[in-house]
């Protein structure tokens, strides 16, 4: 069963069960002075301006002791409330790097899409 999130950068799964794999923190939303999701079944596809496009997706690790057991790092989005507006700043992180998208100044098309795991 699918557990969906619909935010202004597009719809989020934020469901556990990931067939094969480990989600190494709990997927979910936390609601505070900041929104903050972690997603093990949802990539970040940005298109910026000439056509270039940078994907953001959880990350998968295999334990060397242990290579049957495959684990995913979660992506994490985080949106910052700016002068009440929810959604006005995005930060987009996955293991390795962190991606700040200014919403309401952008000129790039940013979708969500299916994290399927290789």
């Not at 999701?37 to 298109?47: A, N, S």
């Not at 295999?62 to 009440?84: E, F, G, H, Q």
Request: aromatic fraction near 6%; hydrophobic fraction near 35%.
């Amino acid at each position: 069963m699918q557990n969906l999130v619909y935010t202004s950068i597009g719809t989020i799964d934020i469901d556990k069960n990931v067939e094969g794999y480990i989600c190494s923190e709990e997927p979910g939303v936390t609601l505070g002075r900041e929104v903050i999701i972690k997603t093990c079944k949802t990539r970040v596809k940005i298109t910026g301006e000439g056509g270039n496009k940078r994907i953001i997706e959880p990350f998968i690790a295999t334990s060397c002791m242990n290579p049957d057991v495959k684990t995913i790092i979660p992506l994490t989005i985080r949106a910052v409330y700016d002068d009440n507006k929810l959604w006005h700043v995005v930060y987009v992180s996955s293991q390795y790097e962190t991606v700040q998208l200014d919403l309401e100044n952008n000129t790039m098309v940013i979708t969500t899409e299916e994290f399927v795991p290789e």
